[in-house]
C-alpha cells in the first residue's frame, strides 16, 4: 500500500512520548538543538537526549514559564530549543510566555506536550490535556501536530526538527498500536490516506486513528467502504484532503481526544462549511473534564472507541 | 555594549532586553542614536505602518532583542541568550532591565532562582525602581524592598545606585564586568519624570499620560531640549 501501512498491530506497540524521545536523542547530533525541561524528563523520554547531551540539556524545575522563556532566549541565540512537558503544564501554565516570547516574536522553539487527553488514566484530570490542541491552533503562525503512533512520532519529530518556526507536538502516555513502518512517508500538513474508501470518511489523529481503522474493519463487515484520513496536522490542516473526502464521500466522522471546541473536529468542519458541505458527526470529548481510571475503562466511559466512530458513521450515512 | 547597527544580529553582540515593555520610548531613543535607524522616524512613535510600536516588537525593528510587554518574561529569555553564550564559548554580555511593579510577576522569581543557582556571570539584572506602578505606589501595592537583600538570598551579587547619575550607572555597569561565578542586580533608583518639575510633583499621576500641550515647552526646557 501507498504508505506502507501492513496492518492494525494489536499487540502494544511504544508510547508516542517515548518514539519522540527516542527520535530527539538520534537527532541531538545536531549542535544547534538544545532542550529544556520542567524537572519531567523521566516522564517525557528527553532524559535520553540529556544522557547523550548533557551540557545542551537545561532542568529548569518545575517552573513552565521560565521553562519557555528560557527556551525563546535560546532560539533568539540561533539554537533549535526544544521544551517538553506534561501538556497540560506547557499549554495552560505556559499559555502566556507561548504567546509573547515564541508565537509573537515566531521564535524557534518546539513545544512538545505528552501525557495528553484522557488516555493518561489514573493520574486524573488535573494531569489531562484536553484544551492544549484548541489552546496551540489559537497561535498565528504555529504548527500543531497529533502523531498516530510511535513510526510517525518518530518522523514527526525530525519534521518538526527540521521546520523553522514555532511547532506544538502532541505526544500520549500509553503504548499504542503501530500502524506505520518505518518507510511510510510523512509530510508536515498533508494527511495519510491510511485506508481506500467510498463510502464514508474517518478523518482522526492521535490513538483515535487505530480506533478509525477497527472502526472501518467492522462497517467492511456491514458493506460500508470507509476511507480513513490521519490528520497528523491539525494546523496547517490539509484542506484539498477534506475537500476530496466531502466530495467523494457520503459524509465525514471526525474522531479525536481532546474537547469538541477548537480542536480537529471544529477545524474539519469549518473546511467543510466553506468549500463543500456535507454530513458529519464528532467523536470527542465533549464539554466535560473526565475522571480517574484505567485508561481503557476511561477512553469507553468518555465514548472514544471503535464502536463510538462506528455509530457515528452509521448516523452520517442513514441521513 | 559590544553592538553594530549594520550587523544586529552579530553572534558576539551584547544583549540588552527590555522587559518593561512599556519603557519602548526610552529604548527607541536609544537605539535612535546609537545609528539603528534615522532619529526623525522617532516621531512615528505609535503610528500604524511605524515600526516603533507601543510596545518593542523585535521582528519589526532591529536592535530590540525581544518582543516585550506582558510583564515578567525578559529575564527569562536573558537567561536563554547566557546559556547559548556559555555553551557557544562565547564571551557576550546579557543585560536585562526590569520594572519595580513588573518584580511582583512570579516568572521573574522563577528565572532569578535559576540565574541564581547555575551561576551566571555573564548575566546582569537592572531593576527600575522608581517606586510607582500603574494605580499607585509600590510600597502601598507590593512592597519589594529589601530588593538587595532578596537578590543576595537567591545568590546574586548585588549593587545600589541613583540611576540618575551617569557615574554611579557606568561604574555599576564596570562593576558588573568584573563578577565572576554569579549573576549581577544593579537596583537603580530612579524618580518617575526626573527633571520635569511637572511630572515630579506627582510622580503616581503620569503613568502612560502624556504631557498636556501647554506644558510642552517649558518641560522641554528644563531637560534642555
New interface residues.
Partial sequence: MSFGITRIELTEGPATREAFGEALAELGADERIVVVDGDVNNSTYTNQFKKSYPDRFFNVGIAESNAVGVAAGLAGAGKIAVVASFSTFLMSNAFDQIRMSIAFPNQNVKLVGTHAGISIGEDGPSQMAIEDVALACAFPGMTVIVPADGPSTRAATKAMIERDGPTFLRCGRPKVPVIYDDASEFHLGKANTVREGDDVTIIANGIMVAMALDAAEGLAEEGVQARVLDMHTVKPVDADAIERAANETRGIVVAEEHLAYGGLGATVAMVVAERKPTRMAFVDLGDTYATSGKPDELLAQYGLTPDAILDAARRVLKD | LRYDPADPKN?DRDRFILSKGHGAPGLYSVLAEAGYFPVEDLMTLRKLGSPLEGHP???RLAGV??????L??????????????R??GKDYRVYVMVGDGESEE??LW??V??AGNHGLDNLTLIIDHNGFQQTDAVDHIQPLDPLDEKLRAFKFETRTIDGHSLDEVADALTWARSVKGKPQAIVARTVKGKGVSLLEASPGDWHGKPIPPDEEAKALEEIGV
Fill in positions: 553572534a516588537n523585535m521582528c532583542e525581544a518582543s516585550t510587554g506582558s515578567g518574561q525578559g529575564f527569562s529569555i536573558g537567561i536563554g541568550h547566557a546559556l547559548a553564550g555553551i557557544d512570579g516568572q522563577e528565572a532562582m535559576y
